[in-house]
């Protein structure tokens, strides 16, 4: 997805999410739309650099340090922090 479509789906994202914030915590009318727009949000901040993590679910969209879903072998800073 290119920035471009990437801003112009932010903002709307972000347009829902304010509108509708009752909605997402209480329920009504808009809280299936608001719930769409938060887990948008969500896939767009994974863009962002580093991701994101939140409520323990972290999500990214390239690799990057200390990334916990990262596959790369530990290096020895690593392993020293793990002690
Ligand atoms: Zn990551």
């Known amino acids: 997805m290119s920035a471009g479509r ?5 903002e709307g994202l972000i347009d829902m999410i304010a509108e509708h914030g ?4 209480f329920g009504g009318t808009h809280q299936k739309s ?11 901040l ?3 650099e580093g991701g994101v993590t939140i409520l323990g ?3 990214c969209t390239a690799e ?3 990334c ?13 922090q793990a002690r």
């Open 6 to 10: 990437i801003d112009a789906l932010r």
């Open 22 to 25: 009752d909605d997402l915590q």
């Open 34 to 44: 608001a719930r769409v727009a938060l887990a948008k949000a969500l896939a767009v």
């Open 46 to 48: 994974a863009t962002a």
């Open 57 to 59: 679910v972290h999500a």
């Open 64 to 66: 990057h340090e200390g």
């Open 68 to 80: 916990p879903g990262s596959i790369r072998p530990a290096t020895d800073m690593d392993a020293a």
